[in-house]
């Protein structure tokens, strides 16, 4: 049976899956309404399990677009609003069924169980046939008393042919209805499966329980299954308190996080500087902490996340003139000391920058988390190594930052010296009040990548965006080719815990062939190679302006200087000879890597947004326009520009101006899609290359991009605080131009 779960909580989406999939249902999960319309439209779902407060397209609108394109599929609505008039409005719009967050799991499971029988079988149920029988309760198959050990996948493959004995289900129809989206199968992978469930069948005595019907697909044996129609019998609900606290504690960094963001802007508020984007940054996750808390029996909890959601929910003026008698800081510490969060008992269940800041000032951790909100990223703060060592027991953050004292401490450079040893490195900037030769040295030494004297909060965020651009963990391609088996056994789990790709090659015959498949970001040849030699090669690889810029990396066991100078005369970047000590090897790879990143960054993007600069997206729109004109589609080329950013540099500083664009650089990298081209050409001026919309459709995405834009609050140096306006033009190949330059000629003379 497969299930679609539309949630924009990734906890609360996390848990329902586990709790389906232990059913044996099949999951798939999308996080905004858009996503879940797609989804919804494309595949074969028997529910729809969908939040009310989807980002991007509601719960509500979707259903109500999904009854009017003549969708069936039962569906089931969740809220944290339990009102009434939200239930109505609910139903209808055409949803089956209504739950109120925090949801309790035995009673969602509940009523998953019975929308789902409103189709042929019901879903929780001992289904048999003769001798075999499967308990969709316990998961447990027998065949005349004897147990079968069958995998998930073989499992869900035997549910859906005892659920619909007489169909017929082809290899595609089966994908459709037992894998996920995100994991589709080779169709070969059905037929291993089918082979798989067979075989344990016989073992038990079930003998060509499976038929193969040429040319269609495979079904339950009519022989077989005439003998015995399905039995239905409901089983116990499955109890799930150990399974929760586990989830508890799994989630406790995730918890943390959210309890970070309403401890920021407590604190802000305290202050006087609570933004409307932080005010709306942790109503959100108020919100989201009282859908989820009463599912892990926090009532408690719920009650006062809604509490503070309900406060946060007006207007700054509103709470700002309250300030002497508000309970904003009060709820948020009973919360925080009420859900007791321990520090680290899980990773994050986010894909987002993790960052730590070790410092006692409070002021400066809490404007890098305001700051960081505004990104989608996470900075914690702690007030000494002593307590970060302790947090960095059980995560690994993508950078630290590290204040210290008026002296630097001994115990400063081991904390240093150890970030830098880990795998993978953790880069760390050191800030301190003054600006020491001699602390840049020791620093520097012991593996830092940074020393900020006296910063901004500028200046440390803009320093940490560009480490963590060099050091985000990016798929590394490394090619090796070396006639040694054992080297290559050797070198392979080496290079593993830095999450290498690795592919090596004995036969050098074959080099150009999987050099331009694997189009590697470092090479490594052996210089003594069988046939061909590892110098004659690198030559072969100089010779193709594509290959001339990638790393080349020598093994030899030579060490005299005419080897030596071949080598590199040859076009080789380093050399090391054998036998190769892992960590020096290590070093020179990763030296290689990051000076090949950083050329690369440089040469292809803007310093200021963080994006494609002019030169690199231009050669991306001119690619993706000749693809357009070969498959005679429609392409148009949108300008958005920062108005007035010349009067914004001079009123608030070059710093505000920059800050400016790199949020509208994050932004736009975030909306857009991969197959659409985003550049900056300077002057405040964002190019975006749109293909496959005609000049109206690429108006009304861009529409509702420009609103997100415009509703962005940015605070200058002096506690102003001001909106940005935005231009915006856009031409369409080939009405407005047949090239590139013609089409941004054309779009800058016709502003909007």
């Not at 089956?96 to 967050?101: A, E, G, I, M, T």
């Not at 290359?689 to 997100?708: F, V």
């Amino acid at each position: 049976m497969r299930i679609l779960l539309l949630e924009d909580d990734e906890i609360l989406s996390d848990m329902l899956v586990k709790s389906l999939t232990h059913q044996n249902y099949i999951v798939d999960a999308v996080h905004d309404g858009e996503s879940g319309w797609e989804y919804a439209r494309n595949g074969n779902y028997e529910l729809l399990i969908m939040d009310v407060g989807l980002p991007l397209l509601d719960g509500i609108t979707l259903c109500e677009r999904l009854r009017k394109q003549g969708c069936s599929t039962p569906i089931l609505l969740m809220t944290a609003k339990n009102a009434i008039a939200d239930r109505i409005s609910g139903l209808d719009a055409g949803a089956d069924d209504y739950l109120s967050k925090p949801l309790d799991l035995g009673e969602f499971q509940a009523r998953v169980r019975a929308l789902l029988r409103r189709g042929e079988v019901a879903p929780s149920a001992i289904l048999s046939v003769g001798q075999l029988s499967l308990d969709t309760g316990t998961a447990k198959v027998a065949y005349d008393n004897q147990q079968l050990k069958l995998t998930p996948k073989e499992y869900n493959l035997l549910e859906l042919f005892l659920r619909n004995p007489s169909r017929v289900y082809s290899r595609t129809q089966i994908v459709d209805h037992l894998w996920n989206f995100d994991d589709p199968p080779l169709e070969e992978s059905v037929k291993a499966h089918i082979k798989g469930l067979r075989q344990k069948l016989k073992k038990v005595g079930a003998v060509d329980w499976i038929e193969n019907v040429y040319g269609l697909g495979y079904r339950l044996n009519p022989e077989v299954g005439a003998k015995s129609q399905p039995q239905v019998t409901e089983s116990v609900t499955q109890q799930y308190s150990d399974a929760v606290e586990k989830m508890w504690l799994q989630y406790q960094d995730a918890m943390m996080q959210r309890m970070t963001v309403l401890q920021t802007a407590a604190t802000a508020f305290q202050a006087g500087k609570l933004t409307e984007e932080l005010q709306k940054s942790a109503s959100k996750e108020a919100h989201k902490l009282a859908g989820v808390l009463g599912m892990f029996g926090r009532d408690t909890g719920t009650q006062l996340a809604r509490e503070i959601e309900e406060l946060l929910t007006q207007d700054i003026q509103d709470i700002e003139s309250n300030l002497s008698h508000s309970k904003l800081p009060s709820l948020v510490q009973e919360l925080d000391e009420l859900l007791a969060l321990s520090v680290g008992d899980a990773e994050s269940t986010k894909d987002t920058a993790r960052l730590l800041i070790i410092n006692s000032n409070l002021q400066l951790v809490t404007e890098l988390q305001q700051l960081a909100l505004t990104q989608g990223m996470n900075w914690y703060g702690v007030k000494n190594i002593q307590l970060a060592q302790k947090w960095l027991q059980n995560h690994s953050p993508d950078l630290i930052v590290l204040s210290i004292d008026k002296q630097i401490k001994s115990e400063d450079l081991t904390f240093i010296n150890n970030s830098s040893s880990r795998t993978p490195t953790i880069p760390v900037i050191v800030i301190a009040e003054s600006d020491r030769l001699d602390y840049r040295v020791k620093v520097a030494q012991n593996g830092g990548c940074g020393f900020l004297a006296r910063p901004t909060v500028t200046q440390i965020w803009d320093l940490s965006q560009q480490l963590l651009e060099r050091h985000r963990n990016f798929t590394t391609k490394i090619l090796v080719v070396d006639d040694d088996p054992i080297f290559i056994s050797t070198l392979r789990p080496l290079l593993k815990p830095w999450g290498i790709k690795f592919t090596s090659l004995e036969n050098s015959q074959r080099f150009w062939e999987v050099l331009e498949s694997v189009e590697p970001d470092l090479l490594i040849l052996d210089v003594e190679m069988p046939e061909i030699s590892g110098i004659e090669l690198c030559q072969a690889v100089r010779t193709e302006q594509k290959w001339q810029s990638l790393p080349i990396l020598f093994l030899t066991s030579h060490r005299d200087e005419k080897t030596i100078g071949k080598v590199f005369a040859a076009g080789a970047d380093d050399y090391l000879t054998k036998p190769v000590m892992g960590a020096e090897l290590l070093t020179r790879i990763n030296n290689r890597l990051e000076r090949n990143r950083l050329l690369k960054t440089i040469s292809t993007k803007d310093s200021q947004t963080g994006i494609n600069n002019y030169i690199e997206s231009k050669r991306q729109l001119d690619s993706l326009l000749s693809q357009n004109q070969e498959n005679n589609t429609p392409l148009c080329l949108a300008i958005l520009t920062v108005a007035e950013l010349k009067k914004i540099n001079c009123n608030y500083g070059h710093n505000i101006g920059n800050q400016v664009l790199r949020r509208w650089g994050n932004l736009l990298q975030k909306v857009f899609r991969s197959r659409e081209v985003l550049g900056y050409w300077g002057n405040g001026e964002f190019a975006i290359g749109i293909s496959g919309l005609d000049k109206a459709q690429a108006k009304e995405r861009l529409t509702e991009i420009l609103a997100i834009l415009r509703q962005q609050i940015f605070t200058a140096s002096d506690g102003n605080r001001f909106q940005v306006t935005c231009n915006y033009t856009i031409a369409e190949y080939p009405t407005d131009g047949k090239t590139i330059h013609s089409l941004y000629q054309s779009s800058i003379n016709n502003y909007q």
